[in-house]
Antibody, heavy 123, light 111 residues
């Protein structure tokens, strides 16, 4: 059974940093592209960032480019999201999601989702 | 703001058929990029409902169906059930943004 468990969320002050983790199990982590998707309170879904299964360059939404960094440790079956220069607009539940295959592209979608971790940016 | 537009809400009585539209543009749906649909029950994570315009993952009832034409896509729910009450989102890829985009979301209410 595919399982994705996010952690690392919490309360952070504006301008601060936070690192999210997503522990994966039930599948061969290195052979799947992974993504982060967020949802602000009472709002819709917003794609944040994606990383292919092996090699390749990560991709980011314009709203987080230059501030967020996605990475993965295939030896630990874990996906990360380093978030810097946080603002109130980054307040959201952050979901980790698995793609249907190793590569990203225009056909890709979010096959399996974790339960999310809440990030609150406030002073 | 979302690139794909959905109606804020749709409703129907049990057993009825409802449809949810997802309107995009020439850089996403109109460019031929696949459309996918997700169901989000209150307080839970989204769940994949339809992928590749009209394909259902294993375990999704055949009451759910998807279609696409031009710059728009649709999700249909036939034989509406109380358990279908949820938020539904469409998703595609946008060539201009070089990223994935979601619809604005539609709340389905079972009367």
């Amino acid at each position: 059974e595919v399982q994705l468990v996010e952690s690392g969320g919490g309360l952070v002050q504006p301008g601060g940093s936070l690192r999210l983790s997503c522990a994966a199990s039930g599948f061969t982590f290195s052979t799947y592209a992974m993504s982060w998707v967020r949802q602000a309170p009472g709002k819709g879904l917003e794609w944040v960032s994606s990383f292919s299964g092996s090699g390749g360059s990560p991709s980011y939404a314009d709203s987080v480019k230059g501030r967020f960094t996605i990475s993965r440790d295939n030896s630990k079956n874990t996906l990360y999201l380093q978030m810097n220069s946080l603002t109130a607009e980054d307040t959201a539940v952050y979901f980790c999601a698995r793609a249907p295959g190793q590569h990203l592209g225009d056909l890709s979608f979010f096959h399996y989702w974790g339960q999310g971790t809440l990030v609150t940016v406030s002073s | 703001q979302s690139v794909l537009t959905q109606p804020p809400s749709v409703s129907g009585a049990p057993g009825q058929r409802v449809t949810i539209s997802c309107t995009g543009s020439s850089s996403n749906i109109g460019a031929g990029h696949d459309v996918h649909w997700y169901q989000q029950l209150p307080g839970t994570a989204p769940k994949l409902l339809i992928y590749g315009d009209s394909n259902r993952p294993s375990g999704v009832p055949d009451r759910f169906s998807g279609s696409k034409s031009g710059t728009s896509a649709s999700l249909a729910i036939t034989g509406l059930q109380a358990e279908d009450e949820a938020e539904y989102y469409c998703q595609s890829y946008d060539s201009s943004l070089s990223g994935y985009v979601f619809g604005t979301g539609t709340k389905v209410t079972v009367l």
